[in-house]
């Protein structure tokens, strides 16, 4: 291939390990969240209601880089399962707060063992894993 189509060799491309690696990643997690009947998007949204246990969907879309498109089937299909519930604000229609249940937070107790078992199979020390995570975030926080 001629030197000037080097930036077009698939080896040549940041992008696509970085793809490749969150795919291999969010793949091993696939064992453990099929015991729990979620799939990894509702995982993540779980883990910010866990913590946070109301939030609007605007705020829960912006804390998983996520649109409302995506946002909208994951908290139906969560709503379905008994894990949140969603309101729409008295003050503003446009306006939607994700609530957790009582069943939701009951969920956090099986799926605590998650994160550790999936660490052991990333391959990673714990100071490589730091700086994976920094470098990562750097990306995400990058001015568009």
């Known amino acids: 291939m001629d030197k000037k189509y ?14 490749a690696a969150a795919r291999e990643v969010v793949k091993r997690y696939h064992p453990y969240l099929d015991e729990l009947d979620i799939t990894y998007t509702q995982y993540i949204t779980m883990m910010v209601m866990w913590e946070e246990k109301e939030i609007t969907v605007k705020a829960l879309g912006e804390k998983l ?10 908290l139906k299909s969560l709503e379905a399962k008994g894990y949140v519930t969603r309101k729409r604000s008295t003050t503003d229609e446009r306006s939607v707060s994700v609530f ?11 799926a605590v063992d998650i994160p550790a078992k999936v660490a052991g199979c990333v391959g990673l020390d714990g100071e490589e894993a730091l700086q994976l995570y920094r470098l990562l975030y750097k990306v995400l926080n990058t001015e568009k």
């Open 6 to 19: 080097d930036a077009l060799k698939l080896e040549n491309q940041l992008c696509f390990p970085l793809y």
């Open 100 to 110: 957790l249940t009582d069943s939701g937070e009951a969920l956090k107790e099986k």
């Open 65 to 74: 880089f996520l649109d409302s498109g995506t946002m909208t089937p994951v």
